[in-house]
T-cell receptor, first 113, second 107 residues
Framework: NAGVTQTPKFRVLKTGQSMTLLCAQD?????MYWYRQDPGMGLRLIHY???????AKGEVPDGYNVSRLKKQNFLLGLESAAPSQTSVYFC????????????FGPGTRLTVL | DAKTTQPPSMDCAEGRAANLPCNHS???????VYWYRQIHSQGPQYIIH???NNETNEMASLIITEDRKSSTLILPHATLRDTAVYYC????????FGAGTRLTVKP
C-alpha cells in the first residue's frame, strides 16, 4: 500500500515550457487535491476533484489545468510555466469530503527559470 | 483567507505536554476543525479532527470549546520528533491552510 505518490520529485523548467505532474493513490479515494506551498507559507489549494471525470477550481487555479480520467490518478498541468509557479506541489486524497482526513504525497519541487 | 488564527511559534520542553491554541471565531456549524503538522518540507501529516466533541487518538487530543470558536491541540508527552509546523484548519468545502504554529521541542 503505497498511499499517495507523486511524479517527478524534482523538476527544473524554463519559462514558457510545459509539464505535467502526476499524482496516484491506491486507497480507492474519491476526492483528490493539488496544493502549492511557497516558502514560509501554508498550502494553497489549486484544483480538486470529487470523483472520476470531475474537477473544480480551488483558491489559486490560474495557470494550471487538471484532469481526472481515472479514479486513482490526478494530473496537474502547466501549459506555459512562469517563474511565479516556482513552488513545492503537494497532492492529497481523501475518502470523501469534510468528514475525512486528507492523505498527502511527498511533494514535487518545481523551479521555473 | 485562512479562517484560523494561531501563534507563529511556541516552545515546549521534551516530555511535557504541548498545548497549541487556535481561534476560529467564524466557524460554521457544519465545518470541522482539523490539525495537521509538517516536518521540514515533507507532506503534511494528519493528526486529528473534530466537529463538536473533544477527540483523542494515539497522537493527540483535541479540545473544542462549547461555542466552537476556539480549540486546543494537546500533545501529551512531546518528543524532539514533534518539532514541526502545526496547522489548525477549518474544513468546509475546501481546506485552507494558514501559516501555522512552529513548535520547537527542546531537550
Amino acid at each position: 500500500n503505497a498511499g499517495v505518490t507523486q511524479t517527478p520529485k524534482f523538476r527544473v523548467l524554463k519559462t514558457g515550457q510545459s509539464m505535467t505532474l502526476l499524482c496516484a493513490q491506491d486507497m480507492n479515494h474519491e476526492y483528490m487535491y493539488w496544493y502549492r506551498q511557497d516558502p514560509g507559507m501554508g498550502l494553497r489549494l489549486i484544483h480538486y476533484s470529487v470523483g472520476e471525470g470531475t474537477t473544480a477550481k480551488g483558491e489559486v487555479p490560474d495557470g494550471y489545468n487538471v484532469s481526472r480520467l481515472k479514479k486513482q490518478n490526478f494530473l496537474l498541468g502547466l501549459e506555459s510555466a512562469a517563474p511565479s509557479q516556482t513552488s513545492v506541489y503537494f497532492c492529497a486524497s481523501s475518502y470523501s469530503g469534510r468528514a475525512n482526513e486528507q492523505f498527502f504525497g511527498p511533494g514535487t519541487r518545481l523551479t521555473v527559470l | 483567507d485562512a479562517k484560523t488564527t494561531q501563534p507563529p511559534s511556541m516552545d515546549c520542553a521534551e516530555g511535557r505536554a504541548a498545548n497549541l491554541p487556535c481561534n476560529h471565531s467564524t466557524i460554521s456549524g457544519n465545518e470541522y476543525v482539523y490539525w495537521y503538522r509538517q516536518i521540514h518540507s515533507q507532506g503534511p501529516q494528519y493528526i486529528i479532527h473534530g466537529l463538536k466533541n473533544n477527540e483523542t487518538n494515539e497522537m493527540a487530543s483535541l479540545i473544542i470549546t462549547e461555542d466552537r470558536k476556539s480549540s486546543t491541540l494537546i500533545l501529551p508527552h512531546a518528543t524532539l520528533r514533534d518539532t514541526a509546523v502545526y496547522y489548525c484548519i477549518v474544513r468546509g468545502n475546501d481546506m485552507r491552510f494558514g501559516a501555522g504554529t512552529r513548535l520547537t521541542v527542546k531537550p
